[in-house]
Nanobody, 115 residues
Framework: QVRLVQSGGGLVQPGGSLRLSCVAS????????MGWYRQAPGKQRNLVAT???????FYGDSMKGRVTISRENAKNTVDLQMNNLKPEDTAVYYC?????????WGQGTQVTVSL
Protein backbone atom coordinates (compact mmCIF):
# COMPACT_ATOMS: atom_id res chain seq x y z
CA GLN A 1 0.00 0.00 0.00
CA VAL A 2 1.39 3.37 -1.03
CA ARG A 3 1.46 6.03 1.66
CA LEU A 4 2.60 9.63 1.63
CA VAL A 5 3.74 10.80 5.04
CA GLN A 6 4.23 14.49 5.68
CA SER A 7 6.31 16.33 8.25
CA GLY A 8 6.97 19.95 9.07
CA GLY A 9 4.50 22.76 9.35
CA GLY A 10 3.26 24.48 12.48
CA LEU A 11 2.99 28.06 13.70
CA VAL A 12 5.18 30.82 12.28
CA GLN A 13 5.12 34.60 12.44
CA PRO A 14 4.50 36.68 9.32
CA GLY A 15 7.68 36.95 7.29
CA GLY A 16 8.96 33.66 8.63
CA SER A 17 9.89 30.43 6.86
CA LEU A 18 8.85 26.82 7.05
CA ARG A 19 9.85 23.65 5.28
CA LEU A 20 7.44 20.82 4.54
CA SER A 21 8.61 17.33 3.69
CA CYS A 22 6.86 14.31 2.29
CA VAL A 23 8.09 10.76 1.82
CA ALA A 24 6.35 7.98 -0.06
CA SER A 25 6.49 4.47 1.27
CA UNK A 26 5.28 1.18 -0.10
CA UNK A 27 5.68 2.14 -3.75
CA UNK A 28 7.53 0.16 -6.38
CA UNK A 29 7.58 3.07 -8.80
CA UNK A 30 8.81 6.66 -9.00
CA UNK A 31 5.97 9.13 -9.11
CA UNK A 32 5.65 10.90 -12.44
CA UNK A 33 4.72 14.08 -10.63
CA MET A 34 4.75 15.20 -7.01
CA GLY A 35 3.47 18.39 -5.52
CA TRP A 36 1.90 20.40 -2.77
CA TYR A 37 -1.62 21.73 -2.44
CA ARG A 38 -3.31 23.72 0.28
CA GLN A 39 -6.81 24.18 1.58
CA ALA A 40 -7.95 27.05 3.76
CA PRO A 41 -11.14 26.76 5.85
CA GLY A 42 -14.22 27.04 3.68
CA LYS A 43 -12.21 27.08 0.46
CA GLN A 44 -11.30 24.56 -2.19
CA ARG A 45 -7.96 22.82 -2.36
CA ASN A 46 -5.52 24.75 -4.56
CA LEU A 47 -2.20 23.96 -6.16
CA VAL A 48 0.93 25.42 -4.62
CA ALA A 49 3.65 23.75 -6.69
CA THR A 50 4.47 20.60 -8.63
CA UNK A 51 7.62 18.94 -9.89
CA UNK A 52 7.89 16.07 -12.34
CA UNK A 53 10.42 13.27 -12.44
CA UNK A 54 12.63 15.31 -14.77
CA UNK A 55 12.74 18.21 -12.34
CA UNK A 56 10.39 20.48 -14.22
CA UNK A 57 8.53 22.72 -11.81
CA PHE A 58 5.28 24.61 -11.88
CA TYR A 59 4.18 27.16 -9.31
CA GLY A 60 0.69 28.38 -8.61
CA ASP A 61 0.12 32.11 -8.47
CA SER A 62 -0.68 32.23 -4.76
CA MET A 63 2.86 31.58 -3.52
CA LYS A 64 5.02 32.03 -6.60
CA GLY A 65 8.35 33.66 -5.75
CA ARG A 66 8.08 32.66 -2.11
CA VAL A 67 8.27 28.88 -2.35
CA THR A 68 10.67 26.35 -3.82
CA ILE A 69 9.77 22.75 -4.50
CA SER A 70 12.36 20.00 -4.72
CA ARG A 71 12.42 16.23 -4.84
CA GLU A 72 14.69 13.22 -4.72
CA ASN A 73 13.46 10.60 -7.14
CA ALA A 74 15.51 7.80 -5.66
CA LYS A 75 13.92 8.36 -2.26
CA ASN A 76 10.48 9.37 -3.54
CA THR A 77 10.52 12.48 -1.41
CA VAL A 78 9.32 16.00 -2.10
CA ASP A 79 9.98 19.13 -0.07
CA LEU A 80 8.48 22.60 -0.05
CA GLN A 81 10.52 25.52 1.25
CA MET A 82 8.25 28.44 2.10
CA ASN A 83 9.60 31.93 2.78
CA ASN A 84 8.13 35.31 3.62
CA LEU A 85 4.96 33.68 4.85
CA LYS A 86 1.80 35.72 5.16
CA PRO A 87 -1.33 35.27 7.30
CA GLU A 88 -3.28 34.37 4.16
CA ASP A 89 -0.99 31.37 3.72
CA THR A 90 -2.66 29.76 6.72
CA ALA A 91 -4.10 26.46 5.53
CA VAL A 92 -3.75 22.72 5.63
CA TYR A 93 -1.04 21.69 3.19
CA TYR A 94 -1.23 18.37 1.38
CA CYS A 95 1.47 16.39 -0.38
CA UNK A 96 0.44 14.79 -3.65
CA UNK A 97 1.92 12.08 -5.81
CA UNK A 98 0.61 11.29 -9.27
CA UNK A 99 1.39 8.13 -11.18
CA UNK A 100 -0.37 6.03 -13.77
CA UNK A 101 -3.51 8.21 -13.66
CA UNK A 102 -3.86 7.87 -9.92
CA UNK A 103 -3.50 10.49 -7.21
CA UNK A 104 -2.07 9.77 -3.80
CA TRP A 105 -2.39 12.19 -0.89
CA GLY A 106 -0.59 12.81 2.34
CA GLN A 107 -2.39 13.22 5.64
CA GLY A 108 -2.24 17.03 5.61
CA THR A 109 -0.21 19.44 7.73
CA GLN A 110 -1.49 22.60 9.37
CA VAL A 111 0.46 25.77 8.65
CA THR A 112 -0.58 28.81 10.67
CA VAL A 113 0.92 32.23 10.04
CA SER A 114 0.15 34.55 12.91
CA LEU A 115 1.71 36.87 15.45
Amino acid sequence: QVRLVQSGGGLVQPGGSLRLSCVASGSTFTFYKMGWYRQAPGKQRNLVATIDNNGRTFYGDSMKGRVTISRENAKNTVDLQMNNLKPEDTAVYYCNGYHDEQDYWGQGTQVTVSL
